[in-house]
């Protein structure tokens, strides 16, 4: 009986924190996304809130998003937008050059136990816009990125 329980366990996906968010470039903003991944390729994430702040941990932009907004790998939302579906509690501040940020969208999917809470990457600003950090979770400053 108990390895028949254990066997059901053992075949339970385990729920990941944190994926990586997307990135890039629209209109001279960044603009932030999930990534592709197999378990969510087909949903549509309910977005909950995305936020950035700078390497001290100051808030540069912190938007929460009420019930029935969504996005996928394929859609992104640009920094400092404004929707009616979006409250922000943390106006967009001016993005430096130079500077390191890190953004969390977080997009939970209640009925995938694998999908990710949430997603972060680290990005600097350049004079061309956002560059994705090679090491987002060990890099503590833009160096090497060009501007």
């Known amino acids: 009986m108990m390895a028949a329980v254990l066997g059901v366990s053992a075949c339970t996906p385990q729920r990941t924190d944190s994926g990586t968010a997307i ?14 991944r197999l378990d969510t390729r087909d949903k549509a994430l309910k977005l909950a809130y995305v936020q ?3 390497a001290s941990g100051h808030q540069a932009w912190d938007a929460q998003f009420r019930d029935g907004t969504r996005i996928t790998s394929a859609s992104c939302i640009t920094y400092g937008s404004r929707t009616e579906s979006m409250t922000t509690t943390t106006p967009a501040m001016p ?3 130079g500077q390191r940020y890190r953004v969390i969208v977080m997009a939970p999917v209640a009925d995938l136990p694998s ?5 972060t990457a680290s990005f600097c600003m350049t004079t061309a ?6 090491t987002p979770t060990s890099a503590s ?7």
Do not use: I, K, N, W
């Open 23 to 36: 990135v890039t470039l629209h209109q001279g903003l960044p603009c932030f996304s999930v990534e592709d």
């Open 52 to 54: 950035v702040v700078d």
């Open 95 to 97: 993005l430096a050059v």
């Open 141 to 147: 400053s833009c160096e090497g990125v060009a501007r």
């Open 129 to 134: 816009g956002p560059a994705p950090m090679a």
């Open 115 to 119: 999908a990710p809470q949430g997603y």
